[in-house]
């Protein structure tokens, strides 16, 4: 299940990656020219708007992906304790020449 959401976590990340870097600064959406770059397929503002969308719906999924993520693996443990300051120190004597 974690290997599933951790896919998820990937596929999302990239494509919120993408889609803010096609986005120009000023917020015309689409950096790649003027509004006719996808020739006439969306107005400026309609790009823009979409692009603004999927940016918010992209980072919503991120941030619920990365707390399900996070709350799945808070009882996961490769080792023999949660916290190393938990444990008692190891007691090393100190070396007898014979």
């Known amino acids: 299940m974690i290997t599933v959401l ?5 596929f999302v990340t990239i494509a919120l990656i993408g889609t803010i870097l096609i986005q120009r600064s000023e917020g015309g959406g689409l950096g790649i020219g003027g509004s006719q770059g996808m ?11 979409l692009l603004t969308r999927s940016t918010a719906v992209l980072g919503t999924a991120f941030m619920v992906l ?11 443990s490769t080792g023999a304790g949660h916290d190393i300051l938990a444990q008692p120190p190891a007691s090393t004597a100190p070396a007898t020449t014979p």
Do not use: D, P, Y
């Open 6 to 10: 951790l896919l998820l976590h990937l």
């Open 39 to 49: 020739g006439s397929f969306m107005s400026g503002r309609g790009t823009a708007t």
């Open 66 to 76: 990365s707390l399900t993520l996070a709350v799945m693996n808070r009882g996961a």
